[in-house]
């Protein structure tokens, strides 16, 4: 009997460490986060990398219910001002961003942007986590974000993450929508 309680034991903990393994060599390569994946803060010199990035990945995401780009690097320099752009770097290049901004206890966390080529990989949830640790370390007790009322997958990414629906703001003023559209605002403690 203590013979296969000791071959369940072993079956479970080889399970464990090779099946995240399994699951992630079923994605395309360039799908899958990489070891070589660097986070840092951006500086002033990558504001126009990071405004291509944004507005690529946006104009994909959002281009059903907007027109044009989403920011203009005068805008990304000044929020490189107000907060922080964390950055993810492969073999040098851009592959993703994610703006934070503390706001006393609280933090405010936008512009999630991921490469195309690197969606659906992990990528996004990297940064959100290296953003929410940035932002803890830093004495901050919650964690802000806005998502666009039209994209429903949106909602489910950020539930399962443990944020939770506080309110709505309304869209952009600047900004002329196709359709109806609003901010659903979401919060987490850190």
Known sequence: MQHNALEVFFELLVWFYLSPKVRMTSQKPSQMPDSRVAIRLAQPADAAKITTLINTAFHIA??????????????????????????????GKLNGC????????????????VNPDCQKGGLGSLLMSEAEEHCRRRGSQFMDILIVSVRAELSPFYQHRGYSKTGTTPFEENVEPKMPVHFINMSKPL
Request: proline fraction near 2%; aromatic fraction near 10%.
């Open 98 to 113: 994610v703006y934070v901004e503390m706001r006393g206890e609280r933090s405010y966390l936008g512009l999630l942007s």
């Open 62 to 91: 959002e281009g059903f219910f907007v027109d044009g780009p989403r920011l203009d690097q005068s805008e990304v320099e000044q929020k490189l001002r107000k907060g922080n752009f964390l950055l993810a770097e492969a073999d």
